[in-house]
Structures are given as structure tokens and as C-alpha cells.
Nanobody, 130 residues
């Protein structure tokens, strides 16, 4: 079982940047594809980005963040990052990281479908406001 802890959220002005971190304890994070999701009040949780296991050669982004967000992983630190640039108020949400099911993770792919993920962190709040 992998436990995940997110950090790096906060209040930022439009156009600003934040870097979120997802740190894992327990079993090695490198065996899992990792997804970042977000949920704003009144909205469903949506997939933002994901990165495949091990070397992270495959990444996926939701259209609304392409060109602004970058996902990366440092397996030596058991950490996955989400660099968020050019933030807008529409990015305001609680951001979660999650591990994709171990079996699915071995395919060196990832997906933004929530059902593929089975271990979630508690989330970190991102608020974009002037």
C-alpha cells in the first residue's frame, strides 16, 4: 500500500506559478503511474495530468492545461511534481495525486480516468485570485 502526501498549494495571482509535490511512503513509487486530479466546489473530480511508471516516458494532459502544466517524477525521491504556470482562476481547486492500479501501471502508459486509480492523497488547495 502506498501512502501519498501532496504539498505546494497556496494562493497565487493570475499568471503566477506553483509547483505541487506528491511524496509517497511505503512501496516504491517508481512501480506506479501517477495521476494529478483536481476538484472545484460543485464540480466532479477531473484528471489533469498523468505520468507512466518507472522512467515516466509517457505523459497525458487535459486540454485545458496543455502548454502550461508539466508533470515529472524523481523516483530517487519517491516524488512526482506538477509544475503549473500561467495560472488562471479556473485552475482553482483541490489538487490530488493518486497511484494507478499496479497491474495497469506495468503497461508504461497512463490515463486520466479516475477508475484506474486506487490510492489517493488528501489533496492540496490551489487558489488563483487577485
Amino acid at each position: 500500500q502506498v501512502q501519498l502526501v501532496e504539498s505546494g498549494g497556496g494562493l497565487v495571482q493570475p499568471g503566477g506559478s506553483l509547483r505541487l509535490s506528491c511524496v509517497a511512503s511505503g512501496r516504491g513509487l517508481d512501480s506506479y503511474a501517477i495521476g494529478w486530479f483536481r476538484q472545484a466546489p460543485g464540480n466532479e473530480r477531473e484528471g489533469v495530468s498523468c505520468i507512466s511508471a518507472r522512467g515516466g516516458v509517457n505523459t497525458v494532459y487535459v486540454n485545458s492545461v496543455k502548454g502550461r502544466f508539466t508533470i515529472s517524477r524523481d523516483n530517487a525521491k519517491n516524488t512526482v511534481y506538477l509544475q503549473m504556470n500561467s495560472l488562471t482562476p479556473e485552475d482553482t481547486a483541490l489538487y490530488y495525486c493518486a497511484t494507478m492500479h499496479f497491474f495497469l501501471s506495468q503497461k508504461d502508459q497512463c490515463t486520466l480516468q479516475k477508475a484506474a486509480y486506487n490510492s489517493w492523497g488528501q489533496g492540496t488547495q490551489v487558489t488563483v485570485s487577485s
